[in-house]
C-alpha cells in the first residue's frame, strides 16, 4: 500500500491546474447506456473511481476506450446487452448505482446490487427506488440486489424526493429522458454536477428545463443520439487546493478553477480571512494574514457549505484563531479526519453531527490512517502546515479522487513523495 510523505515547507507559491470533476464523469459515463449512438467525455480525470467504472459499463457489455492518458473516454452501448450490475465491482464504488436508472430506461430491467454502507454512513437508497417505482418500475430487493423491471417501460410522472438526493435526482433524471411522457422531480438536488449531467443529456437529444434549481421537467424521447461533452472543473477538488495556502500560507493559482461552482464555500472563506481573486484563467487565493480566523460551518445542499469539503475546512480550523464549530448534516459518520487530526495535536471535541475545533499555533507532524477520500486530503492539507514529518497511510483513498496530488503540491513548493510499500 503506498503512503505518502509530507514536510511542513512553508508558503506556497505557483500555480495548480484543476482537473474535470470526479463525480460528474461517473454520472456523465452511465449515461452511455442510455443511447445505441457513441458518447464521448473529454476533460476528465484520472481516477480509480473512473476506472472502476469503466470496468462496470465493460460487464454491461459497452465498449469503453480511453485516450490520451485518460483524459478521453470514447463509449459506445450498442451491444450492450448485460443488465446486471455486480456486487464485486458496485461494493468498491457506490457511484455504481447510478446505472440503475439508464438501464431501466433503455432495456426496461436492471439487476443492481446495493452498494453496502461505507465508513461515511449506511447510504441507502430508498430515494432511487422510490422515484423509479413512481414512474411505474416494479423493484424489489433480493440477496442484496436490486431486481428492477418494467413492462410496458417507464412513464413519466410528477415526483416529489423526501430530501434531496444527488444519486436520486441523476438516476431519476437519465431514466425519465426515455419514459413516456413528461416527468416533473421537485425537491431535486441542485449540485453544478447534475447541470453537467442535464446539458450532456440535451446535446443527446432530451428534453429538459429547470436544471439547478429544486424543480427539474423532463419530457420523455423514444431515442437518444450520440454526443461528445467536456467534463465540468472539479469543485471539490479546486476548494480543496484554495485551503492549501490557507494553512501553509502563500498564494496559488488554481488554473481553471470556477467561483460559480463553489457556492456558500467562497463566503466562507472571506470571512476566516482568505483573498479569492478570479482572473481570465482560474482563481489566485492566498490568505490575507499570518493566521486564518476560526468561522462555523454547517454542511448542506448545493447551493450551501459542501460537506466534501467539511474535513478539509476542519484542518484549517485546526490552526485557525479561534473556536469553529462544524456541523455536518449530510452524512451521519463523516467524522474519522478528527482523531488523526488529534494525532497531530489538534484540539477537536466530537459529539455526534457536531466537531468543536479550538485552534492551536502549530500541528505536528506524525504517522495517520487515511480512512475516507476528503478524510485522506484532509490530513494531507494539515501536514503542509504542520511541524517535521507526516506520513499518511492508505493512500488508496485519495487515488480515488484526486489525480497526482503530490504532483500538483510539488508544483507550488510542498515537500510532498509518495513512497510505494510491498503489501
Ligand atoms: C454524491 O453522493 C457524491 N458522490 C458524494 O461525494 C457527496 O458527498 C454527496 O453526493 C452529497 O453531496 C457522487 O456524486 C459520486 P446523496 P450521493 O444521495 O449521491 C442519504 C465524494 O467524496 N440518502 O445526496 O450518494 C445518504 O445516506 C462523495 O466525492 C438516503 O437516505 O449522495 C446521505 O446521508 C462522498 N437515501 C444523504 O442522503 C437515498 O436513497 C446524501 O446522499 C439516497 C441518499
Redesign the pocket.
Known amino acids: 500500500m503506498d503512503k505518502i510523505v509530507v514536510r511542513g515547507n512553508g508558503p506556497l507559491n505557483g500555480k495548480i491546474s484543476i482537473s474535470g470533476a470526479?463525480?460528474a464523469c461517473?454520472?456523465l459515463m452511465p449515461a452511455t447506456l442510455l443511447s445505441e449512438e457513441p458518447l464521448t467525455l473529454t476533460n476528465a480525470p484520472r481516477l480509480s473511481d473512473i476506472r472502476t467504472m469503466t470496468t462496470l459499463l465493460r460487464s454491461l457489455g459497452a465498449e469503453v476506450q480511453t485516450m490520451q492518458e485518460g483524459k478521453v473516454i470514447a463509449m459506445s452501448s450498442h451491444d450492450a446487452d448485460n443488465h446486471v450490475a455486480d456486487y464485486d465491482i458496485v461494493r468498491k464504488m457506490?457511484?455504481s448505482n447510478l446505472v440503475l436508472g439508464p438501464l431501466l430506461a433503455r432495456h426496461g430491467h436492471a439487476v443492481v446490487s446495493l452498494p453496502g454502507g461505507c465508513s461515511?454512513?449506511?447510504?441507502?437508497?430508498?430515494?432511487?427506488v422510490s422515484a423509479l417505482e413512481a414512474m411505474g418500475a416494479e423493484i424489489e430487493l433480493k440477496d442484496g440486489y436490486l431486481h428492477a423491471k418494467t413492462s410496458g417501460g417507464l412513464k413519466g410522472a410528477d415526483i416529489t424526493l423526501r430530501?434531496a438526493?444527488?444519486?436520486?435526482t441523476e438516476n431519476t433524471v437519465m431514466a425519465a429522458t426515455l419514459a413516456k411522457g413528461t416527468t416533473v422531480l421537485r425537491n431535486a438536488?441542485r449540485?453544478p454536477?447534475i447541470v453537467d449531467l442535464v446539458e450532456c443529456l440535451r446535446k443527446m437529444g432530451a428534453e429538459i428545463e429547470g436544471e439547478g434549481t429544486d424543480t427539474i421537467t423532463i419530457q420523455g424521447v423514444d431515442r437518444l443520439h450520440g454526443a461528445t461533452h467536456p467534463v465540468v472543473a472539479d469543485r471539490?477538488e479546486t476548494g480543496t487546493y484554495m485551503l492549501a495556502p490557507a494553512i501553509a500560507g502563500g498564494e496559488v493559482e488554481l488554473i481553471g478553477g470556477r467561483i460559480d461552482l463553489l457556492g456558500a464555500f467562497c463566503e466562507k472563506l472571506d470571512a476566516c480571512g482568505i483573498d479569492v481573486t478570479e482572473t481570465p484563467t482560474g482563481l489566485i487565493v492566498r490568505r490575507r494574514n499570518g493566521r486564518v480566523n476560526a468561522v462555523n460551518v454547517v454542511t448542506e445542499i448545493f447551493p450551501g457549505f459542501?460537506?466534501?469539503l467539511q474535513a478539509q475546512m476542519m484542518a484549517v480550523m485546526c490552526t485557525a484563531e479561534g473556536v469553529s464549530v462544524l456541523e455536518e448534516r449530510?452524512?451521519?459518520n463523516r467524522f474519522m479526519h478528527a482523531p488523526e487530526l488529534i494525532r497531530m495535536g489538534a484540539h477537536i471535541d466530537v459529539h455526534g453531527g457536531t466537531a468543536t475545533v479550538t485552534g492551536v499555533d502549530k500541528l505536528k507532524g506524525a504517522q495517520v490512517m487515511a480512512t475516507d477520500?476528503?478524510a485522506s486530503v484532509s490530513l494531507i492539507l494539515a501536514a503542509l502546515g504542520a511541524e517535521g514529518e507526516t506520513v499518511v497511510n492508505r493512500v488508496y483513498h485519495l487515488d480515488r479522487?484526486y489525480e497526482r496530488v503530490e504532483d500538483k503540491l510539488s508544483a507550488v513548493g510542498a515537500h510532498i513523495e509518495r513512497v510505494s510499500e510491498d503489501e
Open positions: 470526479k463525480n461517473l454520472t457506490r457511484a461515511i454512513g449506511a447510504r441507502p437508497m430508498d430515494i432511487h430530501f438526493s444527488v444519486g436520486a438536488a449540485e454536477e471539490i459542501p460537506t466534501d449530510i452524512f451521519e477520500l476528503r479522487g
